[in-house]
């Protein structure tokens, strides 16, 4: 692993400075947020910088004490230089991960839509089971879920179900699970055990405060229609749901809550998010050759995880990892696992590209 240089360990510290000095200065309320945000951001990173500068200071320091002539003071310098050697190449790479470039969007909060694929009724079932693996794995890490729109399954589950998940680090976290997954186990319905395979699509898009995207009111139409709403005793009978069409992509989105006017600030978000997306693929298709070291994400027709049930199998085809655990995966207390496992691929695929370049 490359050695940091201290002119650039140096720089985190002289920014984390000059933002500490700003926030003293500054009365303007969005200024303040802002400078306080990036200083709860810089705040780990500096202080593991320190650590490593005074690691190299101490190294030098007892260094020069082995050439001071002094035995007695030579030989606790020996000690005190075994130490650092030990401890200094876990603070660098420590540094190096810390230093990584970071996905602007990885604090935001998402949208989470899921969607049976090929399998008919048992895709529905599949896509609530995803569905309800996420929202368990949201309350473990103390994240909210407010579904926005679903449409069930004729024999349970979802044929589509959309949802705000909003918390701590959400998209940072979630974005890996864009893509195709599929399922292999014997339906309910199947007679003969025979093994099926179905699958759903979930798409994760990242839903930062204050999008700055201006929709003109000639840039869309907005039709109402009557809600089906969460469907059983909730079914909402008048005409309060609300379709916005993006003229220009043919983007549509939809909010079927009971209140016409909170179903047209819904859909309008959900507009802007979707257009937001919009511009992250295209800038992210202009980097291609720059996310080639990464994980692929975002891509709703790529083919990222299998759930095989007879095995109590899952694996994630991205990175190699097969788990045992299905149970637990599909539950959502053991998702973390999977994740945990795509974050750490990527931070040493990105850590490799850092050291070649």
């Known amino acids: 692993m490359a050695t940091l240089s201290l002119s650039r360990l140096q720089q985190v510290i002289d920014r984390y400075e000059e933002v500490e000095a700003r926030m003293g200065a500054t009365t303007e309320t969005d200024e303040i947020i802002a400078l306080s945000k990036e200083h709860a951001e810089l705040k780990p990173v500096v202080e593991k910088a320190r650590e490593v500068i005074n690691a190299r200071k101490g190294l030098e320091e007892a260094q020069a004490l082995i050439s001071s002539g002094d035995k007695e003071m030579a030989e606790l310098a020996e000690m005190e230089i075994e130490d650092i050697r030990d401890r200094l190449p876990d603070l660098e790479s420590e540094m190096q991960v810390l230093l990584l470039p970071k996905d602007v ?26 569905f309800r693996m996420y929202t368990r794995y949201a309350q473990i890490m103390g994240w909210k879920v407010d579904i926005v729109d679903a ?70 139409r ?61 800038a992210d298709a202009e980097r291609a050759e720059a996310r080639a070291s990464q994980i692929g994400t975002g891509d709703r027709s790529q083919k990222v995880r299998t759930y095989n ?49």
């Open 309 to 357: 049930y007879p095995e109590n199998r899952v694996t994630d085809h991205r990175i190699g990892l097969t788990l045992y655990s299905l149970d637990k995966i599909i539950a959502g207390d053991k998702l973390n696992d999977v994740i945990e496992g795509l974050i750490t691929e990527d931070r040493a695929r990105k850590l490799a590209a850092m050291e070649a370049s």
């Open 222 to 282: 907005i039709d109402t229609m009557r809600s089906s709403g969460a469907g059983g005793q909730h079914v909402n009978t008048t005409d309060s749901a609300v379709r916005i069409t993006h003229l220009a992509t043919n983007i549509v989105v939809t909010s079927s809550e009971k209140s016409q006017h909170v179903n047209r600030d819904k859909a309008m978000e959900q507009l802007k998010i979707r257009l937001y997306e919009k511009q992250r693929a295209e």
């Open 151 to 220: 449409s069930e399954g004729d024999a349970g589950g979802y044929k589509e179900i959309v949802a705000n998940v909003s918390g701590d680090g959400v998209f940072g976290h979630m974005k890996w699970e864009s893509g195709v997954h599929r399922v292999q186990r014997v339906p309910a319905t199947e007679t003969q055990g025979r093994i099926h395979t179905s699958a759903a699509t979930v798409a994760v898009l990242p839903a930062p405060e204050n999008i700055e995207i201006d929709i003109k009111p000639e840039d869309i």
């Open 105 to 130: 969007d990885d604090a935001a909060n998402i949208v989470l839509e899921v969607r049976a694929g090929t399998g008919g009724d048992e895709a529905a079932l599949f896509a609530g089971d995803l």
